[in-house]
Antibody, heavy 119, light 106 residues
Framework: EVQVLESGGGLVQPGGSLRLSCEAS????????MTWVRQVPGKGLEWVSV????????YYADSVKGRFTISRDNSKNTLYLQMNTLRAEDTAIYYC????????????WGQGTLVTVSS | MMMTQSPATLSVSPGERATLSCRAS??????LAWYQHKPGQAPRLLIF???TRATGVPDRFSGSGSGTEFTLTISSLQSEDFAVYYC?????????FGQGTKVEIK
């Protein structure tokens, strides 16, 4: 069974940093692009970042470019999101998602981890 | 590139048909996916390629459309189908979701 499990969320002050992790199982992790999507509580879904199978290609939403870094460790079946210079508007539930037929079709998701940016 | 879903909320009785709409501001060909999201749970892929059901999705869910106009139809609503549904285009970068349609019990 395909599973992805996020961790690392929490409360952080504006300007602070946080690293999210996503542990994958049930599929050959290195064969798939992986994505982070976030949801501000009560709002819709926003795509954040994607990383290619090898990790050699990464892309970001304009809202996080220059502050967030996506990476992966295929030996550990784990995806990461390093979030720096956090802002109140980054407060959201962050979901890890596995790419499917296209890296931009998300066929398996985790339950998310909540990041709260507040003083 | 905007994705607009309508209605924002759809009130339906169990067993009835639900029709959800998604409109793209530019043609996305058939590069359109639908997701189901229940509170506190992982979102679930229902449809990709505008009309292809994902693995394990019941056949009461069907998708149609191409270009700028898309529809998700749930033929006979079951209790487990009450949720928020999102469309998402993947023709243009960045991939973008609609604002969602909440399907609630009438």
């Amino acid at each position: 069974e395909v599973q992805v499990l996020e961790s690392g969320g929490g409360l952080v002050q504006p300007g602070g940093s946080l690293r999210l992790s996503c542990e994958a199982s049930g599929f050959t992790f290195s064969n798939y692009g992986m994505t982070w999507v976030r949801q501000v509580p009560g709002k819709g879904l926003e795509w954040v970042s994607v990383i290619s199978r090898s990790g050699g290609d990464t892309y970001y939403a304009d809202s996080v470019k220059g502050r967030f870094t996506i990476s992966r460790d295929n030996s550990k079946n784990t995806l990461y999101l390093q979030m720096n210079t956090l802002r109140a508007e980054d407060t959201a539930i962050y979901y890890c998602a596995k790419g499917g037929s296209s890296s931009y079709v998300f066929d398996s998701w985790g339950q998310g981890t909540l990041v709260t940016v507040s003083s | 590139m905007m994705m607009t879903q309508s209605p924002a909320t759809l009130s339906v009785s169990p067993g009835e048909r639900a029709t959800l709409s998604c409109r793209a501001s530019q043609s996305v060909s058939s590069n359109l996916a639908w997701y189901q999201h229940k509170p506190g749970q992982a979102p679930r892929l229902l449809i990709f390629g505008a009309s292809t059901r994902a693995t394990g999705v019941p056949d009461r869910f069907s998708g149609s459309g191409s270009g700028t106009e898309f529809t998700l139809t749930i033929s006979s609503l079951q209790s487990e189908d009450f949720a928020v549904y999102y469309c998402q285009q993947y023709t243009f970068w960045p991939p973008r979701f609609g604002q969602g349609t909440k399907v609630e019990i009438k």
